[in-house]
């Protein structure tokens, strides 16, 4: 009777890759499941229409023609640093700006206003 035992071999490149891919499976599936608590308030947002003078004008002072986060520090007349806008971390940023925008056409189409004073 023969009493080897067989033994396989396995690379660890190989077990690597199979170790990688079933790991790229499961970040799939966890992007398929995370949800975007932001989707409906985004998509309102979007679908607002401005239909009123007042809402129009509060809107466009409401939101900012530029970042405000934004600001060169002066020393003695010389700028030392530089602080960068920082609006565009704001998850909603986009539909704001959006939405100012679609304020400002209504008030320049429909109402016949300057928007100079909003700029």
């Not at 690379?11 to 992007?31: I, R």
Request: proline share 6%.
């Amino acid at each position: 009777m023969n009493n080897t035992t067989t033994k396989h071999i396995i690379l660890p490149a190989f077990v690597n890759a199979v170790e990688e891919k079933k790991q790229a499976g499961n970040d799939k599936q966890f992007a398929q499941l995370k949800f975007d608590l932001l989707q409906p308030l985004r998509e309102w947002l979007d679908q607002l229409e401005i239909q009123n003078r007042k809402l129009a004008k509060f809107i466009a002072k409401l939101v900012p023609a530029q970042c405000p986060f934004e600001r060169d520090i002066m020393l003695f007349g010389r700028k030392i640093a530089h602080i960068p806008p920082m609006c565009k971390l704001n998850p909603l940023y986009e539909q704001l700006v959006g939405l100012r925008f679609r304020a400002l056409c209504y008030l320049v189409d429909q109402c016949g206003e300057d928007i100079q004073s909003y700029c």
